[in-house]
């Protein structure tokens, strides 16, 4: 059973451009996270999705920033007009359901996003 | 609101020696706590998880935890380092008020010296 994928492992862009994470849950997962790792700080939370729904999207920013999970496909964290300031580990997440504290999440690797 | 505070940034240890994360949480309900790994340049792995059954955990690698609701900590133990404990661990919080949804420490780097 594969794990949570995510693509590209890097990316660089430069400012102004558009720049799209993706991220494939674990097999029988439809509960998508995506998280923000800035260097020396922990995760912070982006936004919760479940198929073809955004359940909650409160930690992320209201401009440039847009995320999907499609009924197929992977899920999409899209950031427009790049800036320096989104140079970060971008995190996804997968769980089996929702509504319970106790499902714990399971990560991806991970995508390094630099801005030059 | 939730919160969590993982009191040291970094902990230093000897191989073979006992380590100590410690872990405060803050929670309206009853929480659900974890503690995960992060090896450099990969994504997190669960270590262990408290879901309000035993108040002392065990995970994997060896790692413990003990949920102490009077002293609302869940430090991460472990008998003896080894060097490849040697990462980054995060402490989470998840309840019903924060609508599930993860609050994690800012992290403690683990180093084992030989």
């Known amino acids: 059973n594969a794990g949570v994928m995510q693509n590209p492992r890097h990316l660089v862009r430069r400012r102004g451009q558009e720049a799209r994470l993706r991220c494939s849950p674990m097999?029988?997962?439809?509960?998508v996270y995506w998280y923000r790792q800035l260097p020396e700080e922990g995760l912070k939370f982006m936004v919760y999705l479940q198929k073809e729904n955004i359940i909650d999207e409160s930690g992320m920013p209201k401009e440039r920033f847009s995320a999907e999970f499609p009924k197929e496909g992977p899920s999409i964290l899209r950031i427009q007009q790049v800036v320096r300031g989104d140079s970060a580990a971008y995190f996804c997440?997968?769980?089996?359901?929702?509504?319970?504290?106790?499902?714990?999440?399971?990560f991806g690797p991970g995508t390094r996003l630099t801005v030059t | 609101a939730q919160s969590v505070t993982q009191l040291d940034s970094h902990v230093s240890v000897s191989e073979g020696t006992p380590v100590l994360l410690r872990c405060n949480y803050s929670?309206?309900?009853?929480?659900?706590l974890f503690w995960y790994v992060q090896h450099p340049n990969k994504g997190l792995q669960l270590l262990l998880k408290y879901t309000s059954a035993a108040t002392l955990v065990k995970g994997i690698n060896g790692f413990e935890a003990e949920f102490k609701k009077s002293e609302t900590s869940f430090h991460l133990t472990k008998p003896s380092a080894h060097m490849s404990d040697a990462a980054e661990y995060f402490c989470?919080?998840?309840?019903?008020?924060?609508?599930?949804?993860?609050?994690f420490g800012r992290g403690t780097s683990l180093i084992v010296h030989p």
């Open positions: 097999k029988g997962h439809s509960h």
């Open positions: 997440a997968s769980s089996t359901a929702y509504g319970r504290a106790t499902y714990e999440q399971y």
């Open positions: 929670s309206s309900y009853s929480p659900s």
């Open positions: 989470v919080v998840s309840d019903l008020r924060g609508s599930y949804i993860p609050t």
